[in-house]
């Protein structure tokens, strides 16, 4: 009886031993169908996705643009990069002597020029300095614009000292040299004085030479005593003239010396015809750029000037469709 019992006790546990297995053969059976579904589905899903954008992506190809909505896209990312980039600017605009410079007359010839048939579709040139440029942000908000526009760089100084290595990464570009005004507001570092000998105008010009190798024109920032000082202003032109340099008259005084100074010497005297953000305001800058065109095409080509001002660079960015009137081009195509 002992041994009947004992075999029925191990074909028992036998028995509940392949139950065991059986069961767990099952679980690990069902799990590995769960893993195959789930895999097969979400495939199934991806190759789904895939198919679908790929079509989508055919046929918006398809689609015509849609300008207005691309327009307000291309704005909008715009405005917010000049609002990034330029919202901490500090101007270190000019001084002027009275609000007349701000849009000086320029003569109209007595007679009226022969044009030739080859230059009549030729459009009138539009050069845009923008001043007072020193930092990486006021670089990065001018260059969004997409208009070729001639960054004038103030020299290095404590608060921005990485002025000439911002030049040095730029194909084309002028140096903004202070000088000395009639009334400072504040006297920027690097400000050539009337009582500068020659030989510290001399140095002092080498000096910018070294910092901004590529320098080929200069123009000046305030400098409404020392442009109308002749003996300053001579030593300078010396100095320039001694280092290949063109200068570029801002004009912030009507008594500017530079114009007899240049003639005497046979050379061409250039200037700033119009200022276009003496007023810091978006509506009075627009209209600059509409009487800048409109001299542009009176007297075949202009030089304006300007700032890094968030309103000034959104002002030039909507006005983009009229100056497609004037050939929008470098200083160095016009002088």
Not at 213 to 237: D, W
Not at 320 to 334: G, N, P, R, T, Y
Request: charged content about 25%.
């Amino acid at each position: 009886m002992a041994k009947r019992k004992k075999r029925t006790t191990k074909k028992k546990n036998n028995s509940k031993i392949l139950s065991y297995i059986a069961w767990t053969l099952a679980l690990i059976a069902l799990a590995l169908s769960s893993l195959l579904i789930g895999y097969y589905l979400g495939y199934s899903n991806a190759e789904e996705k895939i198919v679908r954008s790929a079509t989508e992506h055919t046929v918006s190809a398809k689609l015509p643009l849609k300008h207005k909505e691309e327009k307000k896209s291309v704005d909008k990312r715009l405005k917010e990069v000049l609002k990034k980039e330029s919202k901490s600017y500090s101007s270190a605009s000019h001084e002027i002597e009275s609000e007349a410079l701000v849009n000086p007359v320029r003569p109209l010839p007595t007679t009226k020029p022969v044009v030739s048939p080859a230059c009549v579709s030729k459009k009138a040139k539009l050069a845009i300095i923008i001043d007072d440029v020193s930092t990486k942000s006021q670089v990065r908000a001018i260059k969004s614009l997409g208009l070729p526009l001639t960054m004038s760089f103030l020299p290095p100084s404590r608060s921005r000292p990485n002025s000439a290595k911002l030049a040095s990464q730029q194909s084309f570009y002028m140096v903004h040299l202070p000088m000395e005004a009639m009334h400072f507001n504040k006297e920027e570092p690097f400000t050539m004085h009337v009582y500068d000998s020659q030989e510290t105008i001399l140095q002092r010009v080498h000096d910018i030479k070294a910092l901004f190798p590529k320098v080929a024109y200069i123009n000046n920032h305030t400098g409404s005593k020392f442009t109308s000082n002749e003996q300053a202003m001579q030593r300078l032109i010396y100095a320039f003239n001694q280092n290949g340099i063109k200068f570029i008259d801002s004009r912030t005084t009507a008594k500017t010396k530079a114009p007899q100074i240049l003639k005497s010497l046979g050379q061409k005297y250039v200037s700033r015809d119009i200022f276009l953000d003496h007023h810091n305001d978006k509506a009075y800058i627009k209209t600059q750029i509409k009487k800048a065109i409109a001299l542009a095409k009176r007297c075949g080509h202009v030089i304006a000037i300007g700032h890094p001002h968030k309103n000034t660079l959104e002002a030039l960015y909507e006005s983009k469709a009229l100056l497609k009137s004037v050939d929008l081009v470098l200083v160095k195509e016009i002088y």
